[in-house]
């Protein structure tokens, strides 16, 4: 008789690992939990957001200047609401919110929690029917008590606490870290359950993957144009040239590069010097994952998860994914810092 494998359930595995936490009081797992959940609900609508009417834009633009789709809002409303019934949250900083909101029902005024969260990211493919996803980030509170404060949020991504995506595609996976290794949940619509399918993802160090939006070569650095004119190259020892896949959706490029390996770069341009990512709720917790997976993630020069925040909604350089990859695109950086910074000799000349 075949062995029935058992299915386990995100609640089921989140219990099961809560051991992991010597001091675990649940909390943190209630939360987890409380994000699945609102990814359900989310899923629901994406589902179906091509039979009724809530495709197109509610003429409103939010922080990041992006038209905000009816999908976008009610993904927001949907996380807020959860994570307010929660009573693990102390607030939430959304792409969607100018300002970081605080959660003051009495349960939650005083929670541990604070959570960063891109409620519906890549929305612009929503009405093409491209994945599209939902990133967030936990982070233990910095103030005491009482309703939180920009300095709970403005915390380097290596205090994240967890992380995770939900992607909206040909299946909907949960995807999240808690820093011990990363695990992937598909969601079993015949059961309503993320079912453990992904455990332990490893990305692979090398790749012949990668993912930029090519149409702003010319605006790039030239270290970046130069690292991707090497992928272009014709080299069979180093698997070249590498194959370009790009489908402006963060989630949907990152997900494809943890499985198949590769690195996705969003890199400054002179007409936006930071690049277009958020650190809070897009770099830093794609970063945890990436890192959590065998991957590295550099702005360019530095380590994503060691940058100090300074705004909710600042921008930075990315270049994340594949080990060795990562590497190649640094070396091509720091190779143009070494000359364009002066040497002692020549200033004190
Ligand atoms: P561009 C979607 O709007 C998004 O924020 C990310 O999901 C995606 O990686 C990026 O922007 C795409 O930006 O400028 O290439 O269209």
Redesign the pocket.
């Known amino acids: 008789m075949k062995s029935l494998r058992k299915v386990i359930t995100l609640d089921e595995f989140i219990f099961q690992n809560e051991k992991d936490f010597p001091f675990a009081t649940g909390e943190l797992s209630g939360l987890l939990r409380d994000i699945g959940f609102a990814a359900k609900i989310v899923n629901r609508e994406v589902n179906k957001a091509g039979l009724v009417d809530i495709l197109g834009t509610t003429g409103i633009n939010n922080t990041?200047g992006?038209e905000v789709k009816k999908l976008d809002m009610f993904a927001n409303e949907q996380f807020i609401s959860a994570l307010q019934v929660s009573g693990e949250c102390c607030g939430m900083a959304s792409e969607e919110n100018d300002d970081f909101v605080p959660i003051t029902t009495e349960d939650s005024r005083n929670a541990k929690y604070v959570v960063t969260l891109d409620p519906l990211?890549?929305?612009?493919n929503i009405d093409v029917n491209v994945a599209i996803g939902t990133i967030f980030s936990i982070y233990r509170r910095q103030s005491f008590f009482g309703p939180c404060r920009l300095e709970d949020f403005l915390q380097r991504g290596s205090r994240q606490v967890a992380a995770g995506y939900i992607i909206y595609g040909s299946s909907t996976m949960m995807v999240y870290t808690t820093g011990n290794g990363v695990n992937g949940f598909t969601l079993d619509p015949s059961i309503g359950e993320f079912c453990l399918s992904h455990p332990n993802i490893k990305s692979p160090e090398k790749g012949k993957i990668y993912s930029v939006?090519q149409?702003?070569f010319l605006k790039f650095e030239q270290p970046v144009k130069e690292y991707i004119t090497y992928c272009q190259s014709e080299d069979k020892l180093s698997n070249r040239p590498y194959s370009l896949r790009?489908i402006?959706?963060?989630?949907g490029?990152i997900h494809r590069n943890l499985m198949y390996g590769g690195i996705f770069m969003?890199p400054a341009t002179r007409s936006a010097m930071q690049g277009?990512?958020r650190l809070l709720y897009?770099c830093f917790p794609m970063a945890f994952i990436v890192e959590q997976s065998g991957g590295k993630a550099i702005d360019g020069t530095r380590r994503i998860l060691d940058i100090d925040p300074i705004e909710l909604h600042q921008r930075s350089p990315v270049f994340m994914g594949s080990n060795d990859m990562v590497d190649k695109v640094e070396e091509y950086m720091k190779s143009t810092m070494k000359v364009t910074q002066p040497t002692v000799a020549a200033v004190t000349a």
């Not at 990211?121 to 612009?124: K, L, P």
């Not at 402006?248 to 989630?251: A, E, H, R, T």
């Open positions: 990041t992006d990211d890549g929305s612009s939006n149409g702003n790009y402006g959706s963060l989630v490029d969003y277009k990512l897009e």
